[in-house]
């Protein structure tokens, strides 16, 4: 769908007072939208004009200078303008032949310029954006790990309470990575193992009560408890959550923790990431 912007916007962008949001906006489009270059050349030729008749201020004027010296045509048209602004400030007179086939000869030349600026300004903006996103994807790279590495669970597995059939494991974790992420505690369960004991480490206050969902990374529930109750285990605040063995196959799973507000609902409290293997 075809983006169309405001004489105002584009006439900010080309005297470099845009926002950096809606410079951008207009790069962006300038790359889908061929009309949007006719808008910004007759949008330049206006100013152009205000130029030469002095109707810019200082600084417009110098960053309008700046950017015509930028370009093969640039320095061409502001002499024409300046010829044509004073040709109209004199007094009328029958122009000569030859100063018509000059100016003929000149607009040919400006055209065949004009072509080659349109191909240099695009292959221009298609690196400046190239760079740029280039840049940002590594600056977001980046943070995330910073905070993978700074938001990592910590975890703990102990030995089974009791040996043979039925024995008890447990797993200390704190809340931090989302579904799907890398970095998760790693659990192996041995093949008499009844259920696993997970320790949720709460971060806040403790709540009255709370309810604890086992999930898969899609979101379907595999076990739930209610009514649990904060305790202090080895020295933090946290929630006991036991799930039989039979609910862990091998894979990802996430246990979402709710905890009950002054008003009585349910409130999100943290998500516990890990993993089993077998």
Same mark, same amino acid.
């Given at each position: 769908?075809?983006?169309?912007?405001?004489?105002?916007?584009?006439?900010?962008?080309?005297?470099?007072?845009?926002?950096?949001?809606?410079?951008?906006?207009?790069? @962006? *489009?300038? !790359?889908?939208?061929?009309? /949007?270059? &006719?808008? %910004?050349?007759?949008?330049?030729?206006? $100013?152009?004009? #205000? =130029?030469?008749?002095?109707?810019?201020?200082?600084?417009?004027?110098?960053?309008?200078?700046?950017?015509?010296?930028?370009?093969?045509?640039?320095?061409?048209?502001?002499?024409?303008?300046?010829?044509?602004?004073?040709?109209?400030?004199?007094?009328?007179?029958?122009?000569?032949?030859?100063?018509?086939? @000059? *100016?003929? !000869?000149?607009?040919?030349? /400006?055209? &065949?310029? %004009?072509?080659?600026?349109?191909?240099? $300004?695009?292959? #221009? =903006?298609?690196?400046?954006?190239?760079?740029?996103?280039?840049?940002?994807?590594?600056?977001?790279?980046?943070?995330?790990?910073?905070?993978?590495?700074?938001?990592?669970?910590e975890a703990l597995?102990?030995?089974?309470?009791?040996?043979?059939?039925?024995a008890v494991l447990?797993?200390?974790?704190?809340?931090?990575?989302?579904?799907?992420?890398?970095?998760?505690?790693?659990?192996?369960?041995?093949?008499?193992?009844?259920?696993?004991?997970?320790?949720?480490?709460?971060?806040?206050?403790?709540?009255?009560?709370?309810?604890?969902?086992?999930?898969?990374?899609?979101?379907?529930?595999?076990?739930?408890?209610?009514?649990?109750?904060?305790?202090?285990?080895?020295?933090?605040?946290?929630?006991?959550?036991?799930?039989?063995?039979?609910?862990?196959?091998?894979?990802?799973?996430?246990?979402?923790?709710?905890?009950?507000?002054?008003?009585?609902?349910?409130?999100?409290?943290?998500?516990?990431?890990?993993?089993?293997?077998?």
């Amino acid at each position: 769908m075809s983006e169309r912007f405001e004489d105002g916007i584009l006439r900010r962008y080309l005297l470099g007072e845009s926002p950096e949001a809606e410079q951008e906006a207009v790069e @962006a *489009a300038y !790359l889908r939208e061929p009309e /949007l270059f &006719a808008q %910004l050349q007759a949008l330049e030729d206006e $100013l152009l004009d #205000e =130029l030469v008749a002095g109707r810019l201020g200082p600084a417009q004027a110098r960053v309008l200078e700046r950017r015509l010296a930028l370009h093969p045509d640039g320095p061409q048209r502001l002499r024409l303008a300046r010829l044509l602004a004073a040709r109209r400030a004199r007094p009328a007179f029958r122009t000569p032949t030859w100063i018509l086939a @000059a *100016a003929l !000869l000149l607009c040919a030349g /400006l055209a &065949a310029v %004009l072509a080659l600026r349109t191909r240099t $300004l695009e292959r #221009e =903006l298609r690196e400046t954006r190239a760079e740029r996103l280039e840049s940002q994807a590594l600056g977001q790279a980046l943070q995330e790990d910073l905070q993978r590495e700074r938001r990592a669970p910590e975890a703990l597995v102990e030995h089974a309470e009791t040996r043979g059939p039925g024995a008890v494991l447990r797993l200390a974790l704190a809340a931090g990575l989302t579904r799907g992420a890398h970095g998760a505690a790693e659990l192996r369960l041995p093949p008499e193992t009844g259920a696993l004991q997970l320790w949720l480490a709460l971060d806040d206050e403790p709540r009255p009560a709370y309810v604890a969902a086992l999930q898969t990374p899609e979101g379907r529930t595999l076990w739930r408890q209610t009514g649990l109750l904060a305790r202090r285990v080895q020295g933090r605040e946290s929630v006991v959550f036991q799930v039989p063995a039979e609910r862990l196959a091998p894979g990802d799973y996430v246990v979402l923790l709710q905890g009950s507000s002054a008003g009585g609902a349910p409130e999100a409290v943290g998500e516990y990431v890990f993993r089993v293997r077998r």
